[in-house]
């Protein structure tokens, strides 16, 4: 878990713009402490594995983590979850 | 059991002792159902001091002892994030409870744990009501409890909230665990972070810190986890130089972990709860799981089209459903009060004065209140069905790709939502919004929401100026109502709020079908937090008008001045309107509708009533007074101001509770700006067309 060397930047994508079906593996939230530390603690930490389970493309998403469950992120949040697309 | 005995709880320490419950847990996991289980509904609302959000508080009897239920705000961790979470943990931390009782949902463990960990390693004495287990045995789940108690060493007692299973399993618990002693709770963060905590807890050990709550282990924990409320209160009693070394041993063990610290130690816990439910969970397969359920539920019901318009169409439903079946109960309230009860007081033995002090300014500030009600209770059993069923979880979801667009996200559609009920819920609402930003804007946009107490406006100039329109000319006012609310919200956006909205993290519940009894326990919380709010102070203001309309610059008029107009055109609200009737002077309204408007401040429906009393008819004949000075054009330009001028007294008190009462004078100013501008417009591009 957790272990991304910085310099793979390819591929790295806001989870807004991930579609609906793909499973995706977290590498790095930016945004303010508070909204880093609640993601943190619903489990998605750097590393974890999500499915995006609706993309209402520029909007908000609705994810799924096979630990913490389904959640509803804003656009606003998920646009600044940086992620990786996985096969 | 009043709120005088709960505000002051100093005095109760030595007859008999007082122990204090908090009840905690994440959002939706079945907690406020617990808790009225556990209270039987006797729960007290109030505020927590210094802050505006709600505090519910039920005492009970369990074995003798008097036991004090506390409902904390729904939490995922014990890092504060929005308003709701930093008391929760305050409570926790400084108020002590004896007894912690976290609600869990048994389908989702592993987040619940979470927050389990986090308040075992604060060593509370916890207790555990693994709540939702017919669901969870549903879902195929077996869950190993008597396993799981002896491995964190607390009780665990299965519930069902909703069907009363478990509840007093629950309150013998509480008992059973007041005199053992606190769990010891640790878990190990691996030999680098375990040797930081060491050496934190060392530099603790020397200062004085005892009451702050917590252990230093805890402490020493969230120093390393960068905790700023933690940081802050070492700051406040000048032990920087704490901090200083915590930043070094920080930097220091950075360096070996060559990860972030904060992120290893959320991750240990979660490693350390799976290992948990690896062991004492079994998962069986089921043919049909909620999860399943709720997944092909949600392709139609958050699609982008399909779901916006059942949205679109569940919100009309909502809305007829509240008027449709309240009206009859208003109407019949509305003969009761202003016919019978207010004939009863007048008949009474006492000095006219009294009499009218109690019939025209109480009982008309006591009907008002009344009248609201069922219009409000229906629309809130609307709401707390639809967030029972899960469903408003969705048009949060819906909606934010709107209101991001006017720079808010979308959870702020349910306190708007709520608006068109009722401004005063609406804005205690938005307290669940984690963003100050969103908050404030929010609250500045609720006003412009058509509640329900300026219908009674519309409908009467409609039934006089524009019978065959006379749903679409109501339409649009709302929607000149929600026009108003975008370009504000854009415009502040611009001007006051720099930037955009941090949006939402929001639980996706599974649907479920709600229990009536929670439902309506729910509705009639929310309801009595509206009468506590704006009960009072309606009735003082109709007070306030009552003894302005019959007191005038010459001195005493009598009360005949609320039924004689010649008396009440010399009152002192007569010569208020009459002073700043040239400010109006292009609405052509004389200084009787300006008096109504004046006292629509108190509650906007007031408005039909002062009419009457202004041009002393009754209230049925008032569309023949209406039709003679009024034209459609400068009806439909008044209809338009009630609409948008300051929000109502119980509004306003309301957001100076909320904002301050600066920034409440700054909206009435701006909000009786618009509606002037608003009215003006209607007037002049109206006789531009007419
Ligand atoms: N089947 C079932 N449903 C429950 C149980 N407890 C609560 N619920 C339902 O779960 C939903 C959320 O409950 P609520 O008390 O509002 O949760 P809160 O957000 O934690 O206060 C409601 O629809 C309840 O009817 C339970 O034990 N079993």
Redesign the interface.
Known sequence: ??DNSADTYTGLFPLSIIEEGKTVKVVKII?????V???????L??GAEIEV??N?K???V?IRNK????????????K?IMVEVMQ | MSCHELSSPTTLGNKHELIKVAIVGNPNVGKSALFNKLTGGNAWVGNWPGVTVEKKTGRIVIEGHEVELVDLPGIYGLTPYSLDEVIARKFILEERPRIVIQVINATNLERNLYLTIQLLEMNVKLIIALNMIDLAEKEGLEIDINGLMNQLNILIIPTIAVKEVGVDNLTKAIIMELNSPPPFFKINYGPEIEEAIQRIERILDKCEIADVGANSRWIAIHLLEDDKDIEELFRKRGLEDVLRKVVEIKRDLQTRLGESIEVLMIEKRYQYILSLTQKYVKRRHVKESLTTFTDRLDRILTHPILGLMIFISTLYLLFKFSFDVASPLTNLLDVLISGHVHSFLKTLPLPTIISSLLADGVLQGVGILLIFIPNLFFLFLGISFLEDTGYLARVTFLSDKWMNKIGLSGRVIIPLLIGFGCNVPAILSTRVLGDDRDRRLTMLIIPFMSCSARLPIYLLFTLVFFKENQMLVILSIYFIGVTTAIITALLFNKLLFKGQTSGYVMDMPPYLIPSVGNIFAKSWERIKSFLVRAGSIIVIMMVIIWALSIFGPEGYLGVEALRNPDLLSRSWIASFSKLIEPLFKPFNWDWRVISSLLFGFVAKEVVVSSLSVLYNVEEADLSTVLSTSFTPLTAYSLMVFTLLYTPCMATAATLRSEIGLKNTIFIIIYELFIAYIMAYLVLSIGGLLL
Not at chain 1, 31 to 35: E, I, P, S, T, Y
Not at chain 1, 37 to 43: F, K, P
């Open positions: 878990m957790g945004g303010g402490r508070g909204l530390r609640r993601l943190y603690e619903i489990g930490l750097p389970v609706r209402s520029h909007g908000p609705i630990i913490t469950g389904t959640f509803s992120l804003g656009y606003g949040v998920a600044k």
